[in-house]
């Protein structure tokens, strides 16, 4: 590695692009009921917005991997940050819905292939032992950035319109691509392996088809009970194994999956993927019930959740330095037992309960995520060797369109069939009480499920370590 590379200007300029475009994933959120409106559409068909950017997102994740080897550090950045300037200023210019669509999908490829690049180059720049920090500084801008996403949205759509949200977001584009230009230096070596275009055709079915299948299952009245939701899942899973298969037998695998066979990686990434669920899960089941029986308005119910979010992500490079000083056991096996408390009382909750304490189980929640995500994620990726942080890399933000597609739909089908269990058991008039009761029902059917998978969590924790790589080799003045 070139000892002449700054790390910080490196580190700024990933912080700029990074934070614009994952702050686009939530901006739109909160105008789609507008888009309804303007272009007189129903609600499955503004939520391809919404769905289509995580698809594609989940799509591009593997082919990262390919992609990073294949050119410099400055290449991918710039040109992947051009990708995302040319949908923005499409859907800003939008003159119907199917134009403002391809826009989003043209954005979703530049935001699906920057954060896997931005990873796998501060894994080459830091060593293991300030990690954790650097880690946690870029997670402040993924975890911030989603977080005042949506109150953002409603100022800008209250004042200015809809088209507002991506012209405001050009310019900053503008900025980071021409500060690349001036500073971005490369990081790694390009080595350009053999590209398997039959492994790219199983892993976009497979990807593909279970961000689809699930994010329609948790969309759909229906659920898994659709037996076109079925076929679809099925299809995808058979995709993704002969995918595996086909990896474990290639000598430049497309995504080497033998980073499983890393224990710490193994673990990391599974407690990764179940908070991940939880997390995204919690984000839709959440503002359903403060809406709902709560009889919260939208704007109030994003307010009231605005301060576990943003305490999220301001509290992950303090997450990271602790990470650096203690490992992550002191931090995962914790915050695991904090999830399990939490998922208790959202189990357990009714429309009697003062708002403050929701509030605050809300705010421990988001606590106990930052102090194990970005630690287990870390940890989990220290483990590898050099050669393998670009499949590390891409298998990890690959599973979290996965893993949050898979909370909802999971979540929303418990929490659907816990309230039309309880109605069914109704013989009266069903009243706007009993539906409130009815969704009280589901939302503790779903929690149960959750405290489940957050004491799986807490076990994993307790064989946790701190992972060193086989290639590790202590750095001086870091």
């Known amino acids: 590695m070139e000892t002449t ?39 499955p068909t503004v939520q391809w917005m919404a769905t289509g950017f995580m698809l594609v997102m989940g799509v591009l994740m593997p082919i990262s991997a390919l992609l990073i080897q294949w050119f410099t550090t400055r290449q991918m950045f710039i040109g992947v940050m051009s990708i995302f300037l040319a949908g923005t200023i499409i859907a800003a210019s939008a003159f119907n819905f199917p134009m403002l ?48 996403g949506p109150t953002l949205s409603g100022v800008i759509v209250d004042f200015l319109g809809w088209r507002w949200l991506f012209i405001t977001v050009i310019p900053f584009a503008v900025f980071s691509i021409l500060f690349a230009v001036k500073y971005l230096q490369n990081v790694g070596e390009v080595t350009r392996p053999k590209a398997d275009y039959f492994s790219i055709l199983l892993s976009s079915i497979g990807i593909g088809g279970i961000v689809y299948g699930f994010s329609s299952a948790g969309e759909s009245g229906e659920g898994f009970a659709s037996i076109q939701i079925l076929t679809v899942i099925g299809v995808s899973l058979v995709s993704l194994i002969l995918f595996v298969l086909r990896q474990l037998k290639l000598e430049e695998p497309l995504l080497d999956v033998r980073v499983f066979t890393y224990k710490s990686y193994a673990r990391g990434i599974t407690i990764f993927v179940i908070v991940i669920m939880a997390m995204f899960a919690s984000e839709i089941v959440m503002p359903m019930y403060l809406q709902g029986p709560l009889g919260f308005s939208a704007k109030m119910a994003g307010l009231l959740l605005l301060p576990g979010a943003l305490l999220n992500g301001l509290m992950s490079p303090v997450m990271g330095t602790l990470f650096d000083k203690f490992g992550p056991r002191k931090l995962i096996i914790p915050g695991s037992l904090v999830l399990v408390g939490v998922m208790i009382f959202f189990s357990n909750i ?19 995520v930052s102090a194990i995500l970005m630690p287990a994620q870390t940890n989990a990726l220290n483990e590898l060797p050099k050669h393998l942080y670009p499949h590390g890399t891409a298998i990890a933000n690959t599973l979290q369109p996965i893993g949050g597609a ?11 069939q816990g309230q039309k269990g309880y109605l069914g058991g109704q013989t009266g008039a069903i009243t706007g009480e009993v539906r409130n009761q009815a969704m009280t029902a589901g939302v503790h059917h779903a929690y149960w499920f959750a405290l489940g998978l957050c004491v799986v969590i807490f076990v994993i924790s307790l064989f946790i370590k701190k992972a060193i790589a086989p290639d590790y080799e202590p750095e001086e003045n870091v």
């Open 350 to 368: 009714n429309p009697s309960i003062p708002v403050w304490s929701f509030i605050v189980a809300y705010i421990l929640l988001m606590l106990a």
């Open 5 to 43: 590379l700054n790390r910080k200007i490196i580190l700024i300029t990933f912080m700029i692009g990074a934070f614009f475009a994952v702050l686009n994933e939530t901006l739109l959120n909160i105008a789609l009921t507008e888009l309804m409106e303007v272009f007189g559409l129903d609600a």
């Open 406 to 416: 898979l909370g909802v739909s999971i979540f929303v089908s418990i929490m659907s």
């Open 101 to 148: 669509l391809t826009g989003r999908m043209v954005q979703a490829v530049g935001t699906g292939l920057l954060i896997p690049v931005i990873m796998n180059a501060l894994l080459l720049l830091y060593p293991p032992e300030v990690r954790g920090k650097i880690m946690g500084t870029f997670g402040l801008v993924i975890m911030f950035a989603p977080a005042i």
